[in-house]
């Protein structure tokens, strides 16, 4: 099985999105408020060639996402930039990794944000996996505000709502297998958005965690950090908290959609970098 890092262009957002000051709606309205943009990141999308079939987990964006600039949604106009060409979307990455869209069997989706759903459209023929919450969510009337462009979908979409067992993943009470060998998991991350998820791979003793938007970056996982638009503050503390303690009880790399280390640090197979003394504890 290996695990393939896929750029799908990069995106632009303010600083106190990445890093929320203060609490609760405060936290939320900040992002709005400060002046002062991140510099590009990547936008990640993953291909887990796995022996039961190929796994997609997030599709990234689509050039669709290049009018936002135009758009009377005051999030799309004024707080994201996003950069990318039609050759960066998912569908023509993958092929030129030798894979055809349509032989992907399964794409999971972290969460249903534009920027893990912009490459839907190559997916016609797969199966693709939501958590039953973030589908609620998005398809609700308050949709729009929470972030959710359900417009922007193909119309063909239809995923397969994916709910958790109670079957315990290292902190995680609940997961969900996404393979038959058990060696790709789902668990619950919710606090960037209500729904949110992260996939697990386990290959060769090491733990790579697909962590979507559960933090901007590594660092932020580790020092416990909000991020500026997370639903639910006693949420997210609780997941940044439980992915810590996964990746201080195995071998980690950690690996969000927009830390512009995750490319290098799968190739290198970078663990987390979890001081020593609770690694030996
Ligand atoms: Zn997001």
Known sequence: MTIHAIQTGSVRIKQSQVRGRGRGLIRRLHVFSDPHWTDWLPTYAWLIDHPEGIIVVDTGQGTHLLDGVKSMHPYLRWEVRFRINPEEEIGPR????????????????????????GGL??????????????????????????????????TWFNPTALDFAAEPFGPFGMSTRLTRAG????????GHTGGHLSVVVVANGI????????????ADMLAGQLDGVSVNDALAHATL???????SERPTVYLPTHDPESGIRLSNRRLAAIPHYETTR
């Open 121 to 154: 459209a190559h997916f016609p023929d797969s199966e693709i996996l939501v958590s039953r919450q973030e589908l609620r969510a998005a398809r609700g009337w308050t949709g729009p505000v929470r972030g959710y462009f359900p417009s922007r979908w193909p």
């Open 183 to 190: 060696d790709v998991v789902a668990v619950a991350t919710p």
């Open 207 to 218: 733990r790579y965690v697909i962590a979507g938007d559960a933090s901007y970056t590594e």
């Open 241 to 247: 908290g439980n992915l810590k303690q996964l990746a």
């Open 94 to 117: 993958l092929r030129a990794l030798g894979v055809a869209a349509r032989d992907v069997r399964r794409v999971v989706l972290t969460h249903l944000h534009i920027d893990h759903d």
